[in-house]
């Protein structure tokens, strides 16, 4: 990537996340509305982009932040889009013609989420990645990736709130002194989470794998495709449902910001709704790959 992004990055020295979503919806990358437009050895680009994390870091915490950002350079459909790797803070300044706005959202603090509003931000031609038309499948080449990363995230943070669950049952003490563990409303929900943890997990792993082996040319598009989806809908849906689980054995103080446990389950709650892909698009990537998309069409 050009212009010692990387570089910066890995010094962290910098932010650089991808700014794909727009206010029409956020799955549908061939729907991009934003555009660039050619202007001499660089690109204006016009739109706006909605939840995009970091937003905060790359543009106030630190002196340089960016994202991979996609925009039409020509036609409908999916083959008009290009991606570029746009700086919006360069050495502590601000692209000209770019405004952002902080959303407010209910969970998922540790990085925050945004607007930006781009009116002929520009771009230079050398920022463009992988050519002009090209930006979709730049995308397409690294959503199956950041899937398994969210996957894994979650099979910690539901560790993590299993583990508050076996330590709270062993510890509180009900009716003559019973610790709760000693019912079975609460242990088989113990033995229940920790099953249905360890089943996401091994899937979390296959897809993580298949990544290895398609990055290799061992695997299909499809097969990766297809456990990546399968990894991100099964371990968010567990790590929501094991967050659940704890609350309810911890009770009615777990809905108190004494208990930080209802941090994860907002948090848990982000990837449930969409990011990364609603877990309804990941239902039809899955059904698209294993059936045929002569079949499973949108």
Request: charged share 25%; hydrophobic share 45%.
């Amino acid at each position: 990537m050009a212009g010692g992004i990387v570089e910066r990055v890995a010094r962290g020295e910098m932010f650089f996340g991808i700014a794909s979503t727009e206010p029409s919806g956020g799955s549908d990358v061939a729907g991009i509305k934003t555009r660039a437009e050619r202007d001499g050895d660089s690109y204006r680009v016009y739109g706006e982009k909605i939840l995009i994390s970091g937003v905060r870091e790359a543009l106030e915490t630190l002196d340089y932040g960016g994202w991979l950002l996609l925009a039409r350079t020509g036609g409908e459909g999916h083959r008009g889009l290009s991606a570029f790797a746009f700086t919006g803070k360069w050495g502590g300044r601000l692209a000209d013609g770019l405004e952002y706005s902080i959303l407010d959202t209910i969970g998922r603090h540790g990085i925050s989420t945004g607007i930006l509003r781009l009116d002929g931000v520009e771009v230079p031609g050398s920022r463009l990645v992988g050519g002009e038309g090209r930006g979709f499948y730049v995308a397409m080449e690294g959503f199956p990736l950041a899937r398994i990363l969210v996957a894994a995230a979650n099979i910690g943070a539901a560790k993590w709130a299993l583990e508050r669950a076996v330590e709270w049952s062993r510890e509180r003490r009900l009716f003559g002194g019973r610790p709760i563990a000693s019912f079975q409303g609460v242990s088989f929900s113990i033995a229940e989470a920790f099953a249905e943890l360890e089943a996401a997990r091994l899937l979390v792993y296959r897809a993580a794998w298949t990544a290895d082996r398609y990055v290799r040319g061992e695997a299909s598009r499809e097969e990766l495709n297809l456990y990546s989806a399968s990894a991100k809908l099964k371990a968010v849906d567990t790590a929501f449902s094991i967050f659940q689980a704890t609350m309810k054995i911890i009770g009615g103080i777990s809905f108190t910001k004494e208990v930080d446990v209802h941090r994860g389950l907002l948090g848990t709650l982000s990837y449930l709704v969409g990011a990364e892909g609603a877990q309804n698009i990941m239902k039809y990537i899955i059904a698209r790959d294993l059936i045929g998309r002569e079949y499973v069409k949108l």
